[in-house]
Protein backbone atom coordinates (compact mmCIF):
# COMPACT_ATOMS: atom_id res chain seq x y z
CA UNK A 1 0.00 0.00 0.00
CA UNK A 2 1.48 3.38 -1.28
CA UNK A 3 1.48 6.51 1.28
CA UNK A 4 1.05 9.43 0.12
CA UNK A 5 2.41 11.92 2.93
CA UNK A 6 2.53 11.64 6.64
CA UNK A 7 1.78 14.76 8.84
CA UNK A 8 1.82 15.72 12.18
CA UNK A 9 -0.97 18.45 13.46
CA UNK A 10 -1.00 20.08 16.70
CA UNK A 11 -3.90 21.05 18.22
CA UNK A 12 -5.39 24.29 15.94
CA UNK A 13 -8.24 25.04 17.58
CA UNK A 14 -10.81 24.10 20.44
CA UNK A 15 -13.82 25.56 20.91
CA UNK A 16 -17.49 25.39 22.46
CA UNK A 17 -20.85 25.76 21.50
CA UNK A 18 -22.91 24.43 18.61
CA UNK A 19 -19.86 24.83 15.97
CA UNK A 20 -20.59 28.61 14.79
CA UNK A 21 -24.40 27.71 13.94
CA UNK A 22 -25.89 28.69 17.63
CA UNK A 23 -26.83 31.61 19.01
CA UNK A 24 -25.34 31.33 22.25
CA UNK A 25 -21.77 32.58 23.59
CA UNK A 26 -19.50 29.83 24.51
CA UNK A 27 -18.38 29.50 27.69
CA UNK A 28 -15.05 29.26 29.12
CA UNK A 29 -12.82 26.37 27.87
CA UNK A 30 -11.52 23.38 30.39
CA UNK A 31 -8.27 22.36 29.91
CA UNK A 32 -9.38 18.92 30.71
CA UNK A 33 -10.61 18.79 27.23
CA UNK A 34 -8.42 21.23 25.64
CA UNK A 35 -5.54 18.43 25.14
CA UNK A 36 -7.52 16.12 22.56
CA UNK A 37 -5.61 16.71 19.45
CA UNK A 38 -5.07 14.93 16.21
CA UNK A 39 -1.50 13.43 15.43
CA UNK A 40 0.31 11.21 13.24
CA UNK A 41 -1.66 11.55 9.98
CA UNK A 42 -1.04 9.60 7.46
CA UNK A 43 -3.07 10.22 3.82
CA UNK A 44 -3.72 6.98 1.74
CA UNK A 45 -3.04 6.17 -1.49
CA UNK A 46 -6.70 5.04 -1.68
CA UNK A 47 -9.98 6.94 -2.43
CA UNK A 48 -13.31 6.58 -2.11
CA UNK A 49 -16.61 8.92 -2.41
CA UNK A 50 -17.62 7.88 0.83
CA UNK A 51 -16.79 7.72 3.89
CA UNK A 52 -14.64 4.51 5.83
CA UNK A 53 -15.81 2.35 8.20
CA UNK A 54 -13.76 1.12 11.36
CA UNK A 55 -13.77 -1.88 13.43
CA UNK A 56 -11.18 -1.53 16.33
CA UNK A 57 -10.27 -3.80 18.88
CA UNK A 58 -11.97 -1.52 21.65
CA UNK A 59 -15.19 -2.13 20.00
CA UNK A 60 -15.34 -5.89 21.05
CA UNK A 61 -17.59 -7.06 22.99
CA UNK A 62 -15.72 -9.73 24.32
CA UNK A 63 -12.19 -9.42 26.60
CA UNK A 64 -9.33 -10.15 25.34
CA UNK A 65 -10.14 -9.57 21.46
CA UNK A 66 -8.69 -12.80 20.08
CA UNK A 67 -7.77 -11.78 16.14
CA UNK A 68 -4.45 -10.56 15.51
CA UNK A 69 -5.69 -7.13 13.53
CA UNK A 70 -6.43 -4.57 16.12
CA UNK A 71 -8.24 -2.45 13.43
CA UNK A 72 -9.90 -3.29 10.16
CA UNK A 73 -10.44 0.04 7.88
CA UNK A 74 -13.30 -0.67 4.81
CA UNK A 75 -14.04 1.49 2.42
CA UNK A 76 -16.38 1.54 -1.32
CA UNK A 77 -13.70 2.01 -3.99
CA UNK A 78 -13.89 4.57 -6.63
CA UNK A 79 -13.67 2.15 -9.13
CA UNK A 80 -16.44 1.85 -11.60
CA UNK A 81 -17.93 -1.42 -10.20
CA UNK A 82 -17.49 0.82 -6.42
CA UNK A 83 -15.71 -2.34 -5.21
CA UNK A 84 -15.65 -2.86 -1.03
CA UNK A 85 -11.86 -2.78 -0.20
CA UNK A 86 -10.53 -3.91 3.71
CA UNK A 87 -7.00 -2.84 5.40
CA UNK A 88 -5.64 -4.72 8.12
CA UNK A 89 -3.98 -3.13 11.15
CA UNK A 90 -1.51 -4.32 14.52
CA UNK A 91 -1.98 -0.69 15.98
CA UNK A 92 -4.42 0.82 14.03
CA UNK A 93 -2.72 3.99 12.37
CA UNK A 94 -0.81 1.73 10.09
CA UNK A 95 -2.69 -0.03 7.48
CA UNK A 96 -1.77 -3.10 5.03
CA UNK A 97 -2.93 -6.24 3.27
CA UNK A 98 -5.43 -5.23 1.05
CA UNK A 99 -8.12 -7.43 0.32
CA UNK A 100 -10.74 -6.36 -2.52
CA UNK A 101 -14.35 -8.22 -1.99
CA UNK A 102 -16.62 -9.04 -5.48
CA UNK A 103 -19.51 -7.10 -4.20
CA UNK A 104 -20.20 -3.32 -4.78
CA UNK A 105 -21.96 -1.10 -2.57
CA UNK A 106 -23.64 2.55 -3.15
CA UNK A 107 -22.10 3.91 0.01
CA UNK A 108 -19.99 3.11 3.26
CA UNK A 109 -19.68 -0.55 3.91
CA UNK A 110 -19.95 -1.58 8.15
CA UNK A 111 -17.22 -3.82 9.46
CA UNK A 112 -16.85 -5.89 12.37
CA UNK A 113 -14.92 -8.54 14.46
CA UNK A 114 -17.46 -10.95 16.19
CA UNK A 115 -16.27 -14.04 18.38
CA UNK A 116 -17.94 -16.86 19.10
CA UNK A 117 -15.62 -19.00 21.26
CA UNK A 118 -13.06 -20.11 20.22
CA UNK A 119 -13.09 -18.54 17.04
CA UNK A 120 -13.29 -14.64 15.53
CA UNK A 121 -15.39 -13.80 12.24
CA UNK A 122 -14.51 -10.42 10.73
CA UNK A 123 -18.10 -9.60 9.01
CA UNK A 124 -18.77 -6.82 6.40
CA UNK A 125 -22.22 -5.61 6.07
CA UNK A 126 -23.30 -2.88 2.98
CA UNK A 127 -26.01 -1.67 0.74
CA UNK A 128 -26.06 -2.85 -3.24
CA UNK A 129 -26.65 -0.84 -5.62
CA UNK A 130 -29.83 -2.17 -5.61
CA UNK A 131 -30.60 -0.37 -2.12
CA UNK A 132 -30.85 -4.07 -0.84
CA UNK A 133 -28.82 -4.83 2.44
CA UNK A 134 -26.05 -7.83 2.37
CA UNK A 135 -24.06 -9.62 4.96
CA UNK A 136 -20.72 -11.13 4.41
CA UNK A 137 -19.81 -13.64 7.19
CA UNK A 138 -16.30 -14.99 7.70
CA UNK A 139 -14.47 -12.49 5.19
CA UNK A 140 -11.44 -14.57 5.56
CA UNK A 141 -12.68 -17.92 5.98
CA UNK A 142 -15.50 -19.82 4.49
CA UNK A 143 -17.52 -17.42 3.11
CA UNK A 144 -21.48 -16.98 3.80
CA UNK A 145 -23.37 -14.22 1.78
CA UNK A 146 -26.46 -12.96 3.12
CA UNK A 147 -29.23 -10.42 0.97
CA UNK A 148 -31.81 -9.61 3.00
CA UNK A 149 -35.10 -8.34 1.62
CA UNK A 150 -34.74 -4.78 3.41
CA UNK A 151 -33.47 -1.55 1.35
CA UNK A 152 -32.11 1.71 2.22
CA UNK A 153 -30.30 4.41 0.68
CA UNK A 154 -27.61 4.41 2.62
CA UNK A 155 -24.59 2.69 4.82
CA UNK A 156 -25.64 -0.11 7.77
CA UNK A 157 -24.20 -0.40 10.67
CA UNK A 158 -22.68 -3.62 12.62
CA UNK A 159 -21.93 -4.68 16.68
CA UNK A 160 -21.71 -7.47 18.96
CA UNK A 161 -23.49 -7.39 21.87
CA UNK A 162 -21.81 -9.30 25.33
CA UNK A 163 -24.49 -12.34 24.67
CA UNK A 164 -22.95 -12.93 21.47
CA UNK A 165 -25.80 -11.25 19.05
CA UNK A 166 -24.43 -9.53 16.22
CA UNK A 167 -26.64 -6.59 15.24
CA UNK A 168 -26.98 -4.80 12.11
CA UNK A 169 -28.62 -1.11 11.62
CA UNK A 170 -30.19 1.10 9.06
CA UNK A 171 -32.17 3.76 7.63
CA UNK A 172 -35.25 2.15 5.86
CA UNK A 173 -36.37 3.62 2.32
CA UNK A 174 -40.12 3.88 3.70
CA UNK A 175 -41.08 7.34 3.87
CA UNK A 176 -40.32 8.56 7.25
CA UNK A 177 -36.82 6.94 6.48
CA UNK A 178 -37.17 4.83 9.73
CA UNK A 179 -34.51 3.63 12.65
CA UNK A 180 -34.16 -0.42 11.73
CA UNK A 181 -32.27 -3.17 13.94
CA UNK A 182 -31.80 -6.49 13.10
CA UNK A 183 -30.07 -9.13 15.69
CA UNK A 184 -28.14 -12.15 14.20
CA UNK A 185 -27.08 -15.61 16.04
CA UNK A 186 -23.50 -17.29 14.97
CA UNK A 187 -24.41 -21.00 15.07
CA UNK A 188 -22.25 -23.62 13.93
CA UNK A 189 -20.19 -20.93 11.83
CA UNK A 190 -22.73 -19.51 10.12
CA UNK A 191 -24.78 -16.04 10.99
CA UNK A 192 -28.30 -16.91 11.52
CA UNK A 193 -31.24 -14.07 11.80
CA UNK A 194 -33.36 -14.00 14.72
CA UNK A 195 -35.58 -10.56 14.61
CA UNK A 196 -36.03 -7.07 13.38
CA UNK A 197 -37.10 -4.06 15.36
CA UNK A 198 -38.44 -0.56 13.25
CA UNK A 199 -37.88 2.07 15.80
CA UNK A 200 -41.16 3.99 16.01
CA UNK A 201 -40.98 7.85 15.79
CA UNK A 202 -37.38 8.11 14.98
CA UNK A 203 -35.90 8.91 11.57
CA UNK A 204 -32.75 9.66 9.82
CA UNK A 205 -30.87 11.54 7.04
CA UNK A 206 -28.15 9.17 6.51
CA UNK A 207 -27.37 5.68 7.81
CA UNK A 208 -27.17 5.30 11.81
CA UNK A 209 -24.35 4.50 13.75
CA UNK A 210 -23.64 1.48 16.34
CA UNK A 211 -21.83 0.74 19.03
CA UNK A 212 -22.01 -1.53 22.70
CA UNK A 213 -20.90 -0.62 25.85
CA UNK A 214 -19.24 -3.24 28.00
CA UNK A 215 -19.87 -1.69 31.63
CA UNK A 216 -23.67 -1.04 31.12
CA UNK A 217 -24.84 -3.71 28.83
CA UNK A 218 -26.33 -1.55 26.15
CA UNK A 219 -26.25 -0.57 22.57
CA UNK A 220 -25.86 2.41 21.40
CA UNK A 221 -27.40 3.97 18.02
CA UNK A 222 -26.77 7.30 16.62
CA UNK A 223 -28.14 8.73 13.89
CA UNK A 224 -28.91 12.53 12.07
CA UNK A 225 -31.74 13.78 11.96
CA UNK A 226 -33.72 16.81 11.00
CA UNK A 227 -35.12 18.77 14.03
CA UNK A 228 -36.28 22.12 15.73
CA UNK A 229 -34.12 24.11 18.09
CA UNK A 230 -35.19 25.61 21.52
CA UNK A 231 -33.35 29.16 19.95
CA UNK A 232 -35.42 28.86 17.13
CA UNK A 233 -38.58 26.56 17.34
CA UNK A 234 -39.74 27.75 13.67
CA UNK A 235 -36.29 26.81 12.37
CA UNK A 236 -34.76 23.39 12.01
CA UNK A 237 -31.33 22.20 11.79
CA UNK A 238 -29.77 18.69 11.48
CA UNK A 239 -29.25 17.28 14.85
CA UNK A 240 -27.01 14.52 15.92
CA UNK A 241 -28.69 12.53 18.60
CA UNK A 242 -28.26 9.06 20.63
CA UNK A 243 -30.75 6.11 21.86
CA UNK A 244 -29.64 3.27 23.99
CA UNK A 245 -31.45 -0.19 24.65
CA UNK A 246 -30.21 -3.06 27.18
CA UNK A 247 -32.24 -5.58 24.41
CA UNK A 248 -32.72 -4.30 21.26
CA UNK A 249 -36.65 -4.00 21.90
CA UNK A 250 -36.97 -0.68 23.85
CA UNK A 251 -35.25 2.27 22.99
CA UNK A 252 -34.66 5.17 25.19
CA UNK A 253 -32.87 8.19 24.31
CA UNK A 254 -29.43 9.07 25.68
CA UNK A 255 -29.93 12.33 26.60
CA UNK A 256 -33.51 14.15 27.85
CA UNK A 257 -32.28 17.49 27.27
CA UNK A 258 -29.16 17.14 24.99
CA UNK A 259 -26.76 19.50 24.35
CA UNK A 260 -27.41 20.47 20.48
CA UNK A 261 -24.91 19.00 17.97
CA UNK A 262 -25.04 19.78 14.26
CA UNK A 263 -24.22 17.30 11.41
CA UNK A 264 -25.24 16.32 7.88
CA UNK A 265 -23.76 12.96 8.48
CA UNK A 266 -23.51 9.45 10.76
CA UNK A 267 -22.21 10.67 13.97
CA UNK A 268 -19.92 8.00 15.72
CA UNK A 269 -20.55 7.05 19.81
CA UNK A 270 -17.87 4.58 20.50
CA UNK A 271 -17.09 3.20 24.23
CA UNK A 272 -13.56 1.96 25.40
CA UNK A 273 -14.29 -1.33 25.86
CA UNK A 274 -10.28 -2.34 25.88
CA UNK A 275 -10.28 -3.05 29.89
CA UNK A 276 -13.70 -5.32 29.85
CA UNK A 277 -15.46 -1.82 31.05
CA UNK A 278 -15.93 1.04 29.46
CA UNK A 279 -13.76 3.86 30.70
CA UNK A 280 -14.39 6.38 28.21
CA UNK A 281 -16.92 7.41 25.90
CA UNK A 282 -16.44 9.61 22.58
CA UNK A 283 -18.46 11.22 20.35
CA UNK A 284 -17.30 12.49 16.87
CA UNK A 285 -18.48 13.53 13.63
CA UNK A 286 -18.20 16.17 10.77
CA UNK A 287 -19.34 19.95 11.65
CA UNK A 288 -21.54 22.33 9.81
CA UNK A 289 -19.35 24.66 9.73
CA UNK A 290 -17.90 26.41 5.97
CA UNK A 291 -14.88 23.62 6.49
CA UNK A 292 -16.49 20.55 7.71
CA UNK A 293 -14.45 20.21 10.47
CA UNK A 294 -14.00 16.88 12.63
CA UNK A 295 -15.76 17.17 16.12
CA UNK A 296 -14.98 15.02 19.10
CA UNK A 297 -16.70 15.02 22.43
CA UNK A 298 -15.86 12.87 25.35
CA UNK A 299 -17.20 11.74 28.35
CA UNK A 300 -16.42 9.08 31.62
CA UNK A 301 -20.32 9.07 32.26
CA UNK A 302 -22.47 7.98 29.43
CA UNK A 303 -25.52 10.04 30.89
CA UNK A 304 -23.32 13.07 31.21
CA UNK A 305 -22.87 15.45 27.65
CA UNK A 306 -22.92 18.60 29.05
CA UNK A 307 -18.86 18.99 28.14
CA UNK A 308 -17.39 20.69 25.60
CA UNK A 309 -16.99 19.98 21.45
CA UNK A 310 -13.45 20.16 20.34
CA UNK A 311 -13.50 21.19 16.95
CA UNK A 312 -10.41 20.45 14.47
CA UNK A 313 -8.86 22.06 11.82
CA UNK A 314 -9.26 19.15 9.72
CA UNK A 315 -12.16 18.69 7.63
CA UNK A 316 -13.78 15.45 6.09
CA UNK A 317 -15.97 14.49 3.10
CA UNK A 318 -18.76 12.89 5.08
CA UNK A 319 -19.11 11.08 8.23
CA UNK A 320 -15.37 9.77 10.22
CA UNK A 321 -15.14 6.47 12.14
CA UNK A 322 -13.70 6.45 15.12
CA UNK A 323 -12.12 3.20 17.45
CA UNK A 324 -10.15 2.46 20.49
CA UNK A 325 -7.25 -0.06 19.21
CA UNK A 326 -5.69 -0.07 22.42
CA UNK A 327 -2.01 -0.39 20.43
CA UNK A 328 -1.27 3.37 20.75
CA UNK A 329 -2.62 3.76 24.20
CA UNK A 330 -6.03 3.49 26.48
CA UNK A 331 -6.91 7.02 25.74
CA UNK A 332 -6.36 7.13 21.88
CA UNK A 333 -8.78 6.72 19.18
CA UNK A 334 -7.83 5.86 15.68
CA UNK A 335 -9.43 7.57 13.44
CA UNK A 336 -10.62 7.83 10.15
CA UNK A 337 -12.19 9.75 7.46
CA UNK A 338 -12.33 10.66 3.52
CA UNK A 339 -10.65 14.05 2.39
CA UNK A 340 -12.02 16.85 0.72
CA UNK A 341 -9.13 17.09 -1.37
CA UNK A 342 -10.07 16.62 -5.11
CA UNK A 343 -9.47 12.48 -4.77
CA UNK A 344 -10.87 12.51 -1.73
CA UNK A 345 -8.06 10.13 -0.16
CA UNK A 346 -8.47 8.36 2.90
CA UNK A 347 -7.34 9.62 6.17
CA UNK A 348 -6.06 8.10 9.15
CA UNK A 349 -4.92 9.71 12.57
CA UNK A 350 -4.79 9.26 16.39
CA UNK A 351 -7.16 11.35 18.05
CA UNK A 352 -5.28 11.51 21.60
CA UNK A 353 -7.58 12.41 24.52
Given at each position: MRLIKRLSFALIVAVLGL?????AAAAPFSSQWAQARITNTIVLGETSEHPPALWTAGDAAFTPAQTTAKAILAWTGTDTEQSINLLLS????????KLVLPFHALAAPAVLVAHAEPYD????????LDHHLN??????????HLRMAD???FAPALTQSRDGQVWLAWTGRDGGQHLNV???AIVAHDLVFRRKVTIEGYHSISGPGLAYD????VLMLSWASVGATPHYPAITQHIIDALTSSDGLSWSLLESHPKLRFSLHTPVLVANNLLGKSTLYAWMWTGTNTRDSLNVATTNNLDNWNVPNTVFAEPAFGAPAAGFAGVLGLNVLSIAWTGTDEAHHLNVAELRL
Open positions: LGVAPHNGLDYAHYTIVAWTAILFNVYGHQHVSDASFMARG
